[in-house]
């Protein structure tokens, strides 16, 4: 056995055959078969490429305030007069916010319509728009007439929870309407100040705290949406005075100069400061909103 193994191990291998023409002709065409293979298969291996994220300050979810340039165009608008406002009764408890007692009074029903109105003449939705409202009566009402007025489908109705309620007053809440001019007193000396609290629900948020959750409106609605119309529809002035106030890079201690009458239509332009609400002296200017001083 081991000597047959090593025989085998030391005997010379057979010389093959010549190949003949068939032959060089058959091995031809299979190394031509592979080229074409490996030359088909090859770019599914072909390594990966670096990746390079999109930089941080270009990323379209971090909105800033004052926003370097804003994706979508936007109009704001007051609702109309509540019947509460009617009554001349301040209402700001969000338990409330969509009782009927919440929705236009008949004077707010024909300023809603000047409202929308106004906004077919500007143009507002004349290639489409979405509406935003709040989902307190009045400002829900009011987009409704906006959609009817406008022709937009209801579809593009889309209420708003939480970001849009009327700012909560605390301890001023089923006080009279003038009184508020003590709540812009407190503002013109910081942001921050916020009105007394109470003990029935009602909220009692600072100019800050305001900007806070419309600049988290704007977040959302700037990364949803590219290249769109945006009616926002608040139940109040103070959440678009300081939204307003935030775009444009103005003093929030300022905002009430701003003020939207019920009804109002605002378009946004971030590049002009709406010079018939300047003070005399013009020094507007917020480097740092909220923080102004």
Not at 239 to 248: H, S
């Amino acid at each position: 056995m081991i000597r047959a193994a090593t025989f085998a191990s030391t005997t010379t291998p057979p010389k093959l055959p010549n190949p003949t023409p068939h032959s060089l002709q058959n091995q031809h065409t299979r190394r031509h078969l592979l080229t074409s293979l490996t030359i088909s298969i090859t770019p599914l291996f072909t390594p990966p490429q670096p990746h390079f994220p999109t930089p941080v300050s270009q990323a379209r979810g971090l909105f800033q305030m004052p926003p370097p340039r804003l994706t979508n165009r936007y109009f704001l608008v007051r609702a109309g007069e509540s019947e509460f406002e009617s009554l001349g009764i301040i209402n700001t408890n969000p338990v409330a916010k969509t009782s009927m007692d919440n929705g236009l009074s008949e004077i707010g029903k024909k300023q809603t319509i000047r409202a929308a109105l106004a906004l077919r003449d500007m143009g507002a939705c004349d290639r489409s728009c979405w509406i935003w409202p709040s989902i307190t009566q009045r400002a829900y009402q009011a987009a409704e007439v906006i959609a009817a007025i406008n022709k937009i489908n209801r579809s593009n109705i889309v209420p708003e929870y939480s970001f849009l309620d009327a700012r909560g007053l605390g301890a001023y809440e089923g006080k009279n309407l003038e009184s508020i001019s003590e709540i812009y007193d407190a503002d013109n000396l910081s942001p921050n100040i916020k009105p007394p609290p109470t003990n029935d629900g009602t909220p009692n948020e600072s100019v800050a705290d305001v900007f806070v959750r419309v600049t988290q409106l704007m977040s959302i609605l700037e990364t949803q949406y590219s290249e769109d119309t945006v009616i926002i529809v608040s139940p109040d002035s103070d959440n678009l005075t300081i939204l307003q106030a935030g775009l444009v890079g103005l003093d929030l201690r300022r905002h009430k100069e701003l003020y939207f009458n019920p009804g109002e239509v605002r378009f946004v332009d971030t590049s002009s400061i709406p010079t018939y609400k300047q003070p005399a002296s013009a020094v507007y200017k917020c480097l740092n909103p909220p923080s102004c001083t």
